[in-house]
Structures are given as C-alpha cells and as structure tokens.
C-alpha cells in the first residue's frame, strides 16, 4: 500500500550567506516561506514547516504546524529525519524555502513519477547529474537508512540520495530548482522574476455561482493577473473578496470544460469555480 504523502518546507536554516532570513525575502509579493508552502500544500495530505528550536515563535513560522529539528546544527537533514521520526508512516515531499523558480508544474511531475518502491524519487540536477535532495519524496522506507547515515557522522542529504536505491528523474524546467543563497543571487532572481512576470501577465474572465457569487457581490470578473494555474488565481481572489470555501470544496473549469488546479492558464481564458450546490 502507497504511504500517505505529507508535506515539508525546510525553513530551519541560519541563512549565513544571505546575510537576512531566506524564508522572509518576497519574490513574489509575500515571504517566501508563505509561497512555498502555499504551493506544496495541494499536493500533500497535510503539510508542514521544519524549525529550529529558537524559531518556533518566528511570526512567518507561527503561522504553520511545525516539526523541530531534534538534533543541532546538521543542516536540512535534521529537518527531514526529525519529520520522519514523527510520522514514520507516511512519505514526504521536502522543499527548501529558497526555490523562488519552483512551479507547480514541477511537484505535479515529481508526484506523477514517484516510485513509493525505491527510498526516495528525486530529480537530476540539470547543473550535475546528482540528486536534489531538497525537492524530493522520501518514502517511509528511507528512515532507517537516514538515521544511520546521521548516526555514521555524515549530513548531506545529496550525498544520502546518491548512494541509495533512489529513482532519479529529469526536471521538466531545468530552472526551477535554483536555489538562492547570496544577496547577489537575490537581486538577480528578483530581475528574472520581474520580466517573467511581466510577460506572464493576461486577462482573464472569471464567473462566480452560488455562495462565491454573493460574496464577492457579482456574477462576473475581467481580471488581469500573473496567475498560472487556478489554483494561484483562486488564492488572489480569495484575498480579494474573502472567499471562505476552499479549493477541496470546489471545481474548476475553464474554458467550459472542467479542468485541475494546476493546468497552465492562458490570456483570454475564462475560468468559473464552482461550488457545492444544496438540494437534490
């Protein structure tokens, strides 16, 4: 029987080269934590977010179920033993927080290609051929071999996935694993993402139903948005008009044929969510 898959943003790092926490640089118009767990959180049955002991009171942590780190100064490895010491059932998709070029494209695949038979399935870095760890589905089968590698003295986790029974497959945008570490990096990815943004910006038409309709007060949007899939145009106009149904309570259509949250949208596109309707 395939583990349930939980979900786990690393957000415990000392952020040393960055000189600020990685976890609260905005690349995308909230903290980068809040946008990495907001695009693991459709994947995965529950998610969370690994922290160190000191970090717990965080107020862009706070906000999340969190898991400590039970050992000390070991890297993101700690984060994924210390989740899996306590959910030893289940399987787990871990992100680093500092992927600002992740889309959900990206996990969809991971997920899609998972081989809950090996420890882990991993993607190929398009850089050197090696594992990355730190977006990757470690499979409950996996504890024990990672707890003894710890215990043997060793924490890479890149290392971990290179000499064990690992499936590794090739990233569909080689681009979206780039993690960023310096204040250089930084202001180069904020370019790269303004002019990706720009580009990706469309109109939209949007039609409302039922308990959608009355709370946002009309049947009908024109939105121009950066949205790529709905479940990101969703989540904008939840804020927007303060929508309370969430995702796993409605469909999606667009263009007049249901559709997923993750599909590509396009300019021109309409889109309609629909909500549970009463009666029968």
């Excluded at 990706?196 to 946002?216: I, P, S």
């Excluded at 927007?240 to 396009?266: I, K």
Aim: charged residues 20%.
């Amino acid at each position: 029987m395939t583990a349930p898959l939980y979900g786990l943003v690393l957000a415990g790092g000392r952020s040393t080269r960055m000189g600020e926490d990685k976890a609260t640089l905005a690349y995308h118009g909230t903290t980068q934590l809040d946008w990495a767990f907001a695009l693991l959180k459709p994947f995965v049955e529950r998610g969370f977010v690994s922290v160190r002991a000191d970090q717990t009171n965080d107020p862009v942590r706070s906000r999340y179920k969190q898991i400590l780190d039970a050992q000390d100064n070991l890297g993101p490895i700690a984060g994924i033993a210390a989740a899996q010491q306590q959910h030893p059932d289940a399987a787990w998709l871990v992100l680093a927080c500092d992927l600002p070029f992740l889309d959900a494209g990206t996990l969809e695949h991971l997920i899609a290609e998972r081989q809950p038979a090996r420890l882990a399935t991993a993607y190929r870095s398009s850089h050197d051929g090696l594992p990355e760890p730190l977006c990757a589905i470690y499979e409950p089968a996996s504890r024990a071999a990672l707890a003894a590698y710890i215990a043997s003295g060793r924490q890479c986790p890149r290392k971990f996935l290179a000499q064990s029974n690992v499936a590794l497959i090739d990233e569909p945008n080689p681009r979206a694993l780039d993690n960023i570490n310096t204040p250089a990096e930084h202001g180069v990815a904020l370019n790269v993402l303004s002019r990706d943004e720009q580009r990706m910006r469309k109109q939209l038409k949007v039609q409302y139903y039922a308990l959608l309709r009355e709370q946002a007060g009309r049947r009908d949007d024109t939105v121009e948005t950066q949205a790529r899939n709905p479940m990101d145009l969703y989540e904008e106009l939840r804020k927007r008009h303060g929508f309370s149904l969430s995702t796993d309570m409605l469909r999606v259509a667009v263009n007049n044929e249901f559709g997923n949250w993750t599909q590509p949208l396009q300019d021109g596109d309409t889109v309609v969510f629909i909500p549970p309707v009463a009666g029968g």
